[in-house]
């Protein structure tokens, strides 16, 4: 699986945002989908997962503002990014997970996307 993510910017702050990831060379309609963020020198964060059923789960960071859907038809992973904070800012990543579940660790998915910058200014 190659995945492809895009959709990164700059926004000012409670603006929003909307990330996708897709994927190609296998569907990716029985995997859990992840989105993670990173900022330089600091570990890869759990934003938002969606399993392959479609129920979705997410950081206490973002709950309430970000939404995480899926597109199986377009092998499409979707991150909406609304009221943003500029301690949202980071490098966002789109993984998929072997199985049809996941969870938030980084280490268990194994295909990943090179990252799109969203940057918050305030």
């Known amino acids: 699986v190659q995945l492809q993510a895009s959709g990164g910017g700059l926004v000012q702050a409670g603006g929003s945002l909307r990330l996708s990831c897709v994927a190609s060379?296998?569907?990716?309609?029985?995997?859990?989908m992840g989105w993670f963020r990173q900022n330089p020198g600091k570990e890869r964060e759990f934003v938002s997962r969606?399993?392959?059923?479609?129920?979705?789960y997410y950081a206490d960071s973002v709950k309430g503002r970000f939404i995480i859907s899926r597109d199986n038809a377009k092998s499409t992973v979707y991150l909406q990014m609304n009221s943003l904070k500029p301690e949202d800012t980071a490098v966002y990543y789109c993984?998929?997970?072997?199985?049809?579940?996941?969870?938030?660790?980084?280490?268990?998915?194994?295909?990943w996307g090179q990252g799109t910058m969203v940057t918050v200014s305030s």
């Open positions: 969606i399993t392959w059923t479609g129920t979705t």
């Open positions: 060379k296998r569907t990716i309609s029985n995997n859990a």
């Open positions: 993984a998929a997970n072997l199985g049809s579940i996941g969870n938030s660790s980084p280490g268990t998915y194994r295909y």
